[in-house]
């Protein structure tokens, strides 16, 4: 996972914009799923969520690139009067290119390569 934070690190509230492989095809049957809705994203099929959890308004994307699904989310502290994501946040948003990223993968100790 890459997570931007606001510079200073994160406080108790901070705007947050992460990005994650996800290890397997979301199933969105799922609760964990819930409110997705399929959409675009970079003039590509996705499935967005916009709405609010806890003390955060948050838009998230879920897309596939290169046979690797990927989820970009956006937090920011509640109560703030600009739309999610503001214009200022999408560009940072826009910028994502999987560049041949691929999941990440685990060995064990000792374990040959």
């Known amino acids: 996972m890459i997570t931007i934070l606001p510079d200073g690190g994160r406080s108790r509230y901070s705007e947050a914009?992460?990005?994650r492989v996800l290890s397997q095809p979301p199933?969105?049957?799922?609760?964990?799923?819930?409110?997705?809705?399929?959409?675009?994203f970079q003039n590509q099929e996705a499935f967005?969520?916009?709405?609010s959890s806890g003390k955060y308004d948050n838009y998230s994307v879920v897309t596939r690139r290169g046979g690797v699904w990927y989820e970009i989310s956006l937090a920011i502290p509640e109560g703030s009067t600009a739309p999610i994501?503001?214009?200022?946040?999408?560009?940072?948003i826009n910028t994502f290119d999987?560049?041949?990223?691929?999941p990440a993968t685990t060995q064990r100790s000792g374990e040959a390569a």
Request: net charge negative; aromatic share 14%.
């Open 48 to 51: 967005v969520r916009t709405g």
């Open 27 to 40: 199933d969105f049957s799922q609760r964990q799923w819930d409110g997705f809705q399929p959409g675009t």
């Open 17 to 19: 914009l992460s990005v």
């Open 98 to 102: 999987a560049g041949g990223l691929a």
């Open 85 to 92: 994501p503001s214009p200022e946040w999408q560009q940072y």
